[in-house]
């Protein structure tokens, strides 16, 4: 407990420099302390499963996206050959 309250006030200190003369600051106390709170609890197994199974959906969306994107790319490249053709041809 004694570390958590080193790192907390260590953190404090550091937020107070940085806002001394230069209006509100992004960083928020609160939302610091939130995370200290919340990321010192340990994950279950169920809660790792879901954040996997959620990486796993979300890899498999952005490699549709990437295969999308490689067609949409190819698309282009031979419409701008056609444009090429047509340009010099007349």
């Known amino acids: 407990m004694q570390m958590t309250r080193s790192i907390a006030q260590d953190a404090?200190?550091?937020?107070?420099q940085r806002?001394?003369?230069?209006?509100?600051?992004?960083?928020?106390?609160?939302t610091m302390s939130w995370l200290f709170r919340t990321l010192r609890v340990p994950a279950s197994e169920s809660h790792m499963g879901?954040?996997?199974?959620?990486?796993a959906f979300a890899m498999g969306l952005m490699s549709l996206a990437i295969v999308w994107q490689a067609q949409v790319i190819a698309?282009?490249?031979?419409?701008?050959?056609?444009?090429?053709?047509?340009?010099f041809a007349s």
């Open 12 to 16: 404090r200190a550091l937020s107070d």
């Open 19 to 30: 806002t001394q003369g230069s209006g509100p600051s992004t960083r928020r106390w609160i």
């Open 50 to 55: 879901f954040v996997l199974a959620l990486c």
């Open 75 to 87: 698309h282009q490249r031979d419409v701008i050959k056609w444009l090429e053709t047509l340009k």
